[in-house]
Structures are given as structure tokens and as C-alpha cells.
């Protein structure tokens, strides 16, 4: 791999590179290796004050909140979509350093971006309100407006295509926006700053301030003059982004939180076809994944054959140099978030669960954050690696009798965002995804997001839905005009 060509690393308000109004800075790290990167412009409140000024300014008096049309601002964010896909490389590259995921997963990512962007470019001019007939008397319309600025906070799993599923919405709304990116992955938003100018967006309409979230979020989601919040992220931090919402303004917030997602696989399954799908989608991303399915249900009938063939593929699957292309699984995205796997590992262990495979950390040259496959059996569903998210490449395989109790099992859990089902019987997989509590349910498929298709959760994995028109609609305000015919006719005489 050639060096990657980094991105500006001050702070995006109105257009403009500045540096943060402390001039601190903060250190982003290469977890295949563990070296240095770069040093990004450290913002904090001050820096957030100026960037909420530029979007308030950008809204309220700027072009693209006063003259510019709907389609106009539909062909600018096309022309943003169109930038990405030019810029596709660079952006991939800057992922997998930031991030640690293989270079094969961040360009379907950056793929995923322009798709998205494209998407509700479209959506910019089709948003239309209603006409209410009331009576001979009176005519209602409703009119949807922008909600105005916008706040978004992203995690680290993955920085481009979350930012992008909240701008685009945004965008097609006629909101502006100001941003926060992960710390730990803050290269790849700052590059988009610099195709957001190239396209024609006005001044203020997009801020990116880096920082760390006990700074810059938290003086997002208790500033007093930002209209709606946006955050993904853990459970633990969206109820803090939801305190502070409700402390300030009563901001409304969309949180896409966590989850502990079943994949259930059902007797009459194909065993070779779901292995080897499912060796596709769970270490995805290093398993750095809200929606991981970390918990297999298999059915006793099919339990021993399944689990053979899982292990046999599984073994396949090669960790190491994330810039690789033979490589499946890079490192994890910090020695913070490997050590904490490593913990659950050996929580499962102690627990009384058996470690089928894996289960030990794995090192280039002595170094990176890396860990194996990891494979759990006897695991019993009180046990902490059944319960809680692990945020890594960690699976239990769970046998199971019954559709109602495989039902009740898969739902015994705070959260809800997403479920698989495998099976030939349609009728089945229907009743089965009805009594899910899942925000997203695949059926002889998994983690299969598209722009068109809403996506958020049940229970704490959160409030909201982001991508398809679901997710415009939490960035607009619904007006009421209710007309008098009477008063019309009183003025013409």
C-alpha cells in the first residue's frame, strides 16, 4: 500500500478550515499497527458556538435556506453523491487506516455512501405536503418544513456511511447541519468536508467539528439553539444525548443505539447455503457492528451439522493487514475496544461457556489490535456474552426445540434492532418475524440495508428510524394553515 494522502485535519465552519479556538489537538492511531496518524484540531463548546452560528446563519438567511429551490438543492447533493464516487479510493483508503476494516469492506461502504446521497438527492423535490378539505368553510393545508439545524453524531464503526445515512435526509429536508465525527475515526468525515465545498454547498449549510464526546457532544445536545439531534451510538451514550435533548430545548432526537440480534435457523434450512452466508455477514467489519448477529439459534435437529460446517469455514477466514485483500477480518478499532472483547472472552470462559474456536488475540509483526474468530458453545442465555453487546468477533451458538420457544429466547433481551430467519417455509417466517421485537427483520438474508428501506430499533436500541423517506420525515416540521373561505369573500366586497 502507497501512503494515504490525508485530509485537512482543522475544524470545517462555514466553508472554512479553522483551527479550534483552544488550539488543542487530539492524536488518531493506526490499529493494525499501533502507530500514530495524524494530530486533528481538538474543538470543544466554543468551537461548537461558532459552528451552530454559521448553521443557524446558513438557514435562516443564507441561499440555501432562502433562494435556492428544492431542485436545486437536489442537484447539489447529487453532484456531492457524484464526488464521493469519484473520490471512492482515497476515501476507502482513509477508512481502513482510521478504522482498521478490510479495504474490500470500506469501498462497499463508500458505495453505500453514494447510493444513500443519491437517494435523497432524489427525495429534495418530492416533499410535499397535503390539502385537507374541511368543509365548504374552511380549507386546511399542511405545509413540511426543514426542522432547521441539525446536529449529528456518528460512531466509529462506520464513520462515512453513518454520517452520510443522517446527512441525506438532512440535506433533502433544507436543513444545515453541524457534525461530530468519532474521535478515533475522524479522517474520513474531514475529507467529505472538502467534496461537501467542490459541489456548491453554501457556507454553513455543513460544520464538521471534531472533539471528543464529553466536549463537543455533550455541548451538542444541550446547545440551545440546535433544532434536532441525530446520534449513533451505545445505549449508555444516547441516554445521556437524550438527557441533555431533554434538559436544553426538548430537541427532538433520533438514537440508533445497540443491539444483541438472534439469527434463528430453522430445521428445514439449507445447512450449506446458510454457513456459507453466514460466514459472508458475521465478522463483518471485524463484527464492529450494531446489527451483529451474535447469537445463533440453531435448531437441535440440524445443531451438530451446523456447527461442523460454521467451524470449517470459519477456520477459513484469514485476520491480518487490513490493506490485504486476501485478509477477511483487520484489527478492531482501538486498544480501548480490544482489550474489552478480550474481557468478555474470558467473562464467557469463567462463566462455564466452552470456547469452540478462537478465543485469543492475534498480532502482525508483535503488533495491532486484532483478535480471532471466536466461536462459543454450552452457552446458556443468562450468561454476560448472551446478554450484553460485545462489539467484536464473538458468536454463541444456541440449539433450540420450538418456534415459541426459540421466539420468547430471541426477544429476552433489552434490546431490538434486528433478527435473521432462515427457512423454506414462508408461512413460518412470516409468523416468526411478526412476533419479533426487531426493527429490521431478514428473512434468508442478513444485514441486507438499503437506502429505500427504513432502519432503527425496538426497545434500547433506540428512537427514530434512519434511510428511506421514514427518515426525512424526522427532519421536518408539520405546519397546519387552516383558511376561511368566509374571510376571502368579506375582503373582495
Known sequence: MSKVQLPNTKLFINNEWVESVSGNKFKTFNPANEELICEVSEGDKADVDKAVISARNAFENGPWGTTMTAEERGKTILKLADLIQDHKERLAQLETLDCGKSILSAREDIDFCVRVIRYFGGWADKIQGKTIPISSEFTSITRHEPIGVVAMIVAWNYPLMLLCWKLGPALAAGCTVVAKSSEFTPL??????????????????????????????????????????????????????????????LKPVTLELGGKSPNIFFADCDIEHCVNAAKDYVFSNNSQNCCFSSRFFVHESIHDAFLALFTEKIKQLKVGDPYDEFNHLGPLVSKQQHDRVLGYIEKGKSEGAKCHL????????????????????????????????????????????????????????????????????????????????????????????LPQVPFGGFKQSGIGRDLSEYAIQSYLSVKAVTISHKTLHAQQH
Open 358 to 449: 478462537g478465543g485469543t488475540k492475534h498480532q502482525v509483526d508483535g503488533k495491532g489490535y486484532f483478535i480471532q474468530p471466536t466461536i462459543f458453545t454450552n452457552v446458556t442465555d443468562d450468561m454476560t456474552i448472551c446478554k450484553e453487546e460485545i462489539f467484536g468477533p464473538v458468536v454463541v451458538i444456541l440449539p433450540f426445540k420450538t418456534v415459541d420457544e426459540v421466539i420468547k429466547r430471541a426477544n429476552n433481551t433489552t434490546y431490538g434492532l434486528a433478527a435473521g430467519i432462515w427457512t423454506k417455509d414462508i408461512s413460518l417466517a412470516l409468523n416468526v418475524s411478526n412476533k419479533l421485537k426487531a426493527g429490521s427483520v431478514w428473512v434468508n438474508n442478513y444485514d441486507n440495508c
Open 188 to 249: 474520513s468525515a474531514l475529507y467529505l468536508c472538502e467534496l461537501i465545498k467542490e459541489a456548491g454547498f453554501p457556507p454553513g449549510v455543513f460544520n464538521l467539528v471534531s472533539g471528543l464526546g464529553s466536549t463537543v457532544g455533550n455541548a451538542l445536545s444541550h446547545h440551545m439553539d440546535i433544532d434536532k439531534i441525530s446520534f449513533t451510538g451505545s445505549t449508555i451514550t444516547g441516554r445521556k444525548i437524550m438527557e441533555g435533548a431533554a434538559k436544553s430545548n
